[in-house]
């Protein structure tokens, strides 16, 4: 079966520290890959997606990704955290395999002190 | 940039009632789905609707979910007779066809069974 792990529940970065978010998945199949972004109370917002070719993708608010196959990773980061990054983020993921209806990760918390 | 709109934005609706929530997708999609996050769970797939049909539905989607485009615009999800468990954010989302990928989702309908 599909899954996607995200090992960090909660994260604790001061302002200007860089961050890594961490997703690993286990799929049999060309994955899609993708980062959303979830303030309280709010939507899903599409940070950055990854379909094929270069496998470091660059996001909206300064979020990178990079998609490592041979480790079934796609970890975010971002080298220098703002206080309105706290939020949390949904590693999620599809393929046309699995009629493209996305999994997602548990979601990882991010706080951020300053 | 175009959007998947989501009405009413926040439901609250006793026990046993039918609710329906509404979704607009973006006008040149075709695929379209209903995602579900219970509060601090993540966010969890339960059905997709390709060409006036359901393509694929969840264990989550039984007998009291039913989806519908009545009209060419709108999507809508039904729950027939609502259960406490049922209290969760349900977020709508749409497709473009093609490698791009183009998933959308809209803002959410925060569902309360009390």
């Known amino acids: 079966a599909q899954s996607v792990t995200q090992p960090d529940i909660h994260i604790t970065v001061s302002e200007g520290a860089s961050l890594e978010l961490r997703c690993n998945y286990s799929?049999?199949?060309?994955?899609?890959l993708f980062w959303y972004v979830q303030s309280p109370g709010q939507g899903l917002q599409l940070l950055l997606k990854?379909?094929?070719?270069?496998?470091l993708v660059q996001g909206i608010k300064g979020f990178e990704a990079e998609f490592k196959r041979s480790q079934s990773s796609f970890n975010l980061r971002k080298p220098s955290v703002h206080w309105s990054d706290a939020a949390e983020y949904f590693c999620?993921?599809?393929?046309?395999?699995?009629?493209?209806?996305?999994?997602f990760g548990a979601g990882t918390i991010l706080r951020v002190k300053s | 940039e175009p959007e998947v709109t989501q009405t009413p934005s926040h439901q609250v609706t006793q026990m046993g009632q039918e609710v329906i929530l509404r979704c607009v997708p973006i006008?040149?999609?075709?695929?379209f789905y209903w995602y579900r996050q219970i509060l601090g769970q993540k966010v969890e797939f339960l059905v997709s609707?390709?060409?006036?049909?359901?393509?694929?539905k969840s264990e989550i989607f039984d007998d009291q979910f039913s989806v519908e485009r009545p009209d060419g615009s709108n999507f809508t999800l039904k729950i027939r007779s609502t259960k406490l468990e049922d209290s969760a954010m349900y977020f709508c989302?749409?497709?473009?066809?093609?490698?791009?990928?183009?998933?959308?989702f809209g803002s959410g309908t925060r569902l309360t069974v009390v």
């Open positions: 799929y049999g199949a060309t994955p899609y």
């Open positions: 999620a993921v599809g393929a046309k395999e699995y009629g493209n209806k996305l999994v």
């Open positions: 989302a749409s497709r473009a066809t093609g490698s791009n990928y183009g998933y959308t």
């Open positions: 006008s040149n999609h075709l695929y």
């Open positions: 990854y379909f094929s070719g270069d496998t």
């Open positions: 609707f390709y060409n006036n049909e359901i393509s694929e």
